[in-house]
């Protein structure tokens, strides 16, 4: 089976702090995401990477960055967090899409819920 | 661009009785169109998929999803509800026609299902 770990279940930090959320998934998945949970708002993506180095910004990528040096490991990086940044993150993997690859599902982490005072 | 409606946020219905979770989609595309699961405080699980051929698909814990092209839906169903299926249901989306962003999925805003014994 395919494991996403994220490695906090929860966070709390002061506004302005700056917080790493970090993901590791172990199939040796080409793509990950970063996607942020909220309630009546369902799933938003945040950045995603298809490849080491690579990324892209989804579609709530303000306040955010992301690091991906290694293939297994996609870190989402919050530089000066605010209240509006309280929410459960979820990190996801799969293989790269093209051909077959088009039907692999995402493979999802516990997910962290961070909350920000 | 591709979206997802899940137009109820609450579906209820009673342990034994047949259950339907309701999804609707738009892409420019063939869409690839999945279901996932949440239980409280998890990540997302994968259910089930529909790619291309037979528009019943079959999935986990005895779930089926009708993919209707006319009416483009992608309705989640189930025979007999179980207690132990109340949860967060995701509908989402991947349009492979899409360019730079082969690989993500669009959610719906999630249906709360709740099965009273």
């Known amino acids: 089976d395919v494991k996403v770990t994220q490695s906090s279940r929860y966070l709390v930090k002061r506004t302005g702090e700056k917080v790493f959320l970090e993901c590791v998934q172990d199939?040796?998945?080409?793509?990950m995401f970063w996607y942020r949970q909220d309630p009546g708002l369902g799933l938003r993506l945040i950045y995603f990477?298809?490849?080491?180095?690579?990324?892209e910004k989804g579609d709530i990528p303000e306040g955010y960055s992301v690091s991906r040096e290694k293939k297994e490991r996609f870190s989402l990086i919050l530089e000066s967090t605010s209240t509006n940044q309280t929410s459960m993150y979820l990190c996801?993997?799969?293989?790269?899409?093209?051909?077959?690859?088009?039907?692999?599902?995402?493979?999802f982490g516990n997910g962290t819920r961070l909350t920000v005072t | 661009a591709q979206s997802v409606a899940q137009p109820e946020d609450q579906v209820n219905v009673a342990e034994g009785n047949p259950l339907t979770v309701k999804c609707t989609y738009s892409?420019?595309?063939?869409?690839?169109l999945f279901w996932y699961v949440q239980y409280p405080n998890r990540g997302l699980q994968f259910l089930l998929k529909?790619?291309?051929?037979?528009?019943l698909v079959k999935g986990s814990y005895g779930f089926e999803a009708e993919f209707n092209k006319s009416q483009t839906s992608f309705h989640l169903k189930k025979p007999s509800a179980l207690v132990s299926d109340s949860a967060l249901y995701f509908c989402?989306?991947?349009?492979?026609?899409?360019?730079?962003?082969?690989?993500?999925?669009?959610f719906g805003r999630g249906t709360q299902l709740t099965v009273w014994p």
């Open positions: 989402a989306v991947r349009d492979p026609s899409r360019g730079s962003t082969l690989g993500r999925l669009y």
């Open positions: 996801a993997s799969s293989l790269r899409s093209g051909g077959s690859s088009y039907n692999s599902p995402l493979h």
């Open positions: 529909y790619i291309t051929g037979d528009n």
């Open positions: 892409v420019s595309g063939n869409p690839y």
């Open positions: 199939m040796d998945h080409e793509n």
């Open positions: 990477s298809y490849d080491v180095k690579m990324k």
